[in-house]
């Protein structure tokens, strides 16, 4: 089946600091999503990204679709302390309008933010 | 309500026995979705709703994993003979429309069931 391959696994940063995390999969999606998921709560949707080479921002937040359909990165910058969670990307594969789409997920960065 | 809700938070149970565990989807999203999350891992499919049907059950690990949904609302994911090894975070998602759907159908989640086997 489909593998995403999301790296790194954790992060310990200084506040301030900017953040860079990115996913790979063998296969193409055709929407890439990225996640937060708080302690003791579900994932909480960040940004969607829906064309190939498209770039996103949310606030501190700015995401990219890679152009092969195989990729993405999520940056955070001036990180703060409330940043702290995980996050995990997901690709979405849509094949028509019978179909539904299953999130297929990477496995998660852990990022903690030293004040 | 206006999210997703689970029930129970936590739940404890013995190798051996049968647990269910509760979702209540948005209200008027007919897709919903079963995921297993692992201690450090990310979220695993389970099964997917449309409806009442589940078109898809293909991530259900084995014959001991079930699910229903009643009403186009409510789903009940059953585990019988729980072993250690489903000691795990299941969480529940929905969807406006999954089938049907388009790039643009997000996928809300729950809190989560907390699930421990001792």
């Known amino acids: 089946g489909q593998q995403l391959n999301q790296s790194p696994q954790s992060m310990f940063i200084q506040e301030g600091e900017d953040v860079s995390m990115n996913c790979t999969s063998s296969?193409?999606?055709?929407?890439w999503l990225w996640y937060k998921q708080d302690p003791g709560e579900g994932p909480v949707l960040l940004i969607a990204l829906y064309k190939a080479g498209e770039l996103t921002s949310n606030g501190r937040l700015t995401a990219q679709f890679g152009i092969t359909r195989k990729d993405s990165f999520l940056n955070i910058s001036a990180s703060i302390p409330s940043d702290v969670g995980i996050y995990f990307c997901?690709?979405?594969?849509?094949?028509?309008?019978?179909?539904?789409?299953?999130?297929?997920f990477g496995q998660g960065t852990i990022l903690t933010v030293h004040p | 309500g206006a999210g997703v809700s689970q029930s129970p938070s936590n739940k404890v149970t013995e190798k051996g026995k049968d647990v269910e565990l509760r979702c209540d989807p948005i209200s008027g999203h007919t897709a919903l979705y079963w995921y297993r999350q692992s201690l450090g891992q990310g979220l695993e499919f389970l099964i997917y709703f449309q409806g009442n049907s589940a078109p898809d059950k293909s991530g259900l690990p084995s014959d001991r994993f079930s699910a229903e949904r009643t009403g186009g609302s409510v789903s009940t994911l059953t585990i019988q003979r729980t072993q250690q090894e489903d000691s795990a975070v299941y969480l529940c998602a929905s969807s406006l429309r999954g089938e049907g759907g388009w790039s643009t159908d997000t996928q809300y989640f729950g809190p989560g069931t907390r699930l421990t086997v001792l």
């Open positions: 997901a690709g979405q594969l849509f094949a028509g309008g019978t179909s539904y789409g299953k999130l297929t």
């Open positions: 296969s193409i999606f055709n929407t």
